[in-house]
């Protein structure tokens, strides 16, 4: 084979490997893919029926139901517009009560019922951790004595 040849197919499986590797990235890509929707876009039909997506607006107020076995925890999410209802198996964030946000990722089933597999509190943009608070809390105590 003379060498201009070989480097041609040198180039080619270059080529085709880099081809193969981009392709297997998108596809573990589009896999763990997972968008948001509202409760009205789920109600327009928007939102995929065949994989999970995420859920996200208020937890409506009395609306959290627990089962006897403390884990499964039936709750309403609505965006004030529409509201659909969720269903989930395991320990409820820190955060979530009844009337804060909340985001759910999970499947839809045919029966209009949300099937979470995780739920996130969401907070508003005023929290702080606690020890950030107490920082700040002790550098103006410092200022105030400073100033006094």
Do not use: C, W
């Not at 596809?27 to 763990?32: E, G, L, M, T």
């Not at 065949?50 to 709750?75: C, M, P, W, Y």
């Amino acid at each position: 084979m003379k060498s201009r040849h070989k480097k041609l197919l040198v180039i080619l499986l270059a080529l085709a490997g880099i081809g193969i590797a981009a392709a297997l990235i998108l596809n573990a890509f589009q896999s763990n893919l997972v968008f948001f929707f509202s409760p009205t876009q789920v109600a327009k039909g928007e939102a995929p029926t065949d994989r999970a997506f995420r859920i996200g607006g208020l937890v409506e107020q009395g609306s959290l139901k627990r089962e006897a076995n403390g884990l499964t925890s039936h709750f309403v999410v609505t965006d004030t517009a529409k509201s659909m209802p969720v269903v989930y198996t395991g320990i409820l964030p820190d955060l979530f009560k009844e009337g804060k946000g909340v985001v759910a990722e999970g499947k839809l089933g045919k029966d209009g019922l949300f099937t979470a597999t995780q739920v996130l509190a969401k907070h508003d943009e005023n929290y702080m951790p606690p020890e950030a608070a107490h920082a700040l809390e002790q550098a103006q105590k410092a200022q105030q004595t400073l100033v006094k």
